[in-house]
């Protein structure tokens, strides 16, 4: 059974400040998908990485997959208070011919203090 | 343009009763995904539509959930004889025909069983 952990689960950070959030999964893949929610609302796409050493890069987030070590990072930098949010990874094992099986982390709570 | 609807937004139902929850995808996307969010489980995946198939229905939780979807389009999923363990929130997710597509949320039902 596919499992993907993310740690840490919680993060408290001060604006400024540069953190990375660590997805760790146990089965062969290269998709991996970075997803944000904000509290009470719906999840929004971040990043789809589809290859070993994929990296992409959008405003103050960087993520990277590395599928030899099946991990993927996020990576914020110079933190802001519009970052605060949870962050979850999300994993496709290939399990389902032409569509997709995601399996989620169990997310990362993000809040940046001023 | 329009995004992933879904329908109620939050409903509110007793033990033992039926409910229907409902969603509207983004129109041209063939792929539709149900998932489901709570406290104890995180996400969870359970459904996919290509088209109006469901090829995989391993991730239902038991045989009171069922799902259908009309005209590659509406989809709807039926949890018959609710439990208090059936609360949580409800997302719904499409994306065009591609196993790499990402996949785009809706707002998500979130069901209260009393």
């Known amino acids: ?114 | 343009g329009a995004g992933v609807s879904q329908s109620p937004s939050n409903k509110v139902t007793e033990k033992g009763k039926d409910v229907e929850l409902r969603c509207d995808p983004i129109s041209g996307h063939t792929a539709l995904y149900w998932y489901r969010q709570s406290l104890g489980q995180g996400l969870e995946f359970l459904i996919y539509f290509q088209g109006n198939s469901a090829p995989d229905k391993s991730g239902l939780p038991s045989d009171r959930f069922s799902a259908e979807r009309t005209g590659g389009s509406v989809s709807t999923l039926t949890i018959q004889r609710t439990q208090q363990e059936d609360s949580a929130v409800y997302l719904c997710a499409s994306s065009p025909f591609g196993i790499t597509d990402t996949q785009y949320f809706g707002p998500g039902t979130r069901l209260t069983v009393l």
Not at chain 1, 28 to 55: C, H, I, M
Not at chain 1, 84 to 101: E, H, M, N, R, W
């Open chain 1, 1 to 114: 059974e596919l499992k993907v952990e993310q740690n840490p689960l919680f993060l408290s950070m001060q604006e400024e400040k540069n953190y990375t959030i660590y997805c760790n999964y146990s089965t062969t893949s290269d998709r991996l998908y970075w997803y944000r929610q904000d509290p009470g609302k719906s999840l929004e796409s971040l990043f789809v990485l589809l290859s070993n050493g994929a990296v992409k890069q959008e405003g103050r987030l960087m993520a990277s997959l590395d599928t030899k070590a099946r991990l993927s990072t996020l990576h914020i930098t110079a933190a802001v208070h519009d970052l605060s949010a949870t962050y979850f990874c999300a994993v496709d094992p290939y399990l389902i011919q032409g569509a997709q099986k995601l399996v989620f982390g169990q997310g990362t709570r993000l809040t940046i203090n001023p």
